[in-house]
């Protein structure tokens, strides 16, 4: 897990005239995340240490070392920040994870058949989503709930998925390519 790196924030905007910058921050107590150093950038090469200062409309409101105008602070508009996997703290409950450590496990339907690997986890304002990479066919995304993915095994490398009724069965990757080549068999 040391190689992995997480994405707990991201600098939305300048404020002010002096350098501060407004961060929209994914930690669960928001002002902990000036409290990782170092923040890095996606490619992990340029380095951010912040000091809150304090709260506007659902943003921190903070210094970056090193910036000390509104254009410096303008140039890191969008920049998300990142911290290595190894800096969050230990979860002692075995009911809480940090998503990325679901990422890449295998998925197991209830029957223990393989059901593909888990891709990513999304939240677009209406619930947390899983995505799996399905074996052979394309990709998927379904609720993450109990009900959907009732067990999550970290130490084995697995997640039991029970894919809802509407999902059927998973359908192969390609289905117009195989369209077409059986058009083609009936032509010749």
């Not at 609720?143 to 192969?172: N, Q, Y």
Request: with cysteine; charged share 25%; proline share 6%.
């Amino acid at each position: 897990m040391s190689n992995r790196r997480l994405c707990v924030g991201v600098i939305t905007a300048s404020h002010g005239v002096r350098g501060q910058v407004r961060v929209k921050s994914f930690t669960a107590a928001p002002e902990d995340i000036a409290a990782y150093v170092p923040l890095t950038d996606v490619s992990g090469r340029n380095e951010y240490c912040l000091q809150f200062v304090g709260k506007a409309k659902g943003v921190l409101l903070a210094k970056v070392e090193g910036v000390r105008d509104r254009d410096a602070a303008e140039a890191l508009r969008g920049v998300e920040l990142f911290v290595s996997r190894d800096q969050l703290p230990q979860i002692e409950d075995d009911e809480e994870f940090y998503y990325t450590d679901l990422i890449g496990l295998s998925a197991v339907l209830p029957d223990g058949k393989p059901y593909g690997m888990v891709k990513a986890l999304h939240d677009f304002g209406a619930g947390h989503m899983i995505e799996f990479m399905l074996d052979g066919s394309g990709d998927v995304l379904l609720p993450f709930t109990k009900e959907v993915v009732p067990e999550i095994d970290l130490d084995a490398g697995w997640v039991m998925v029970v894919p809802p009724e509407m999902f059927g069965e998973p359908e192969s990757a390609s289905p117009m390519k195989e369209k077409a080549e059986s058009d083609s068999e009936g032509s010749s």
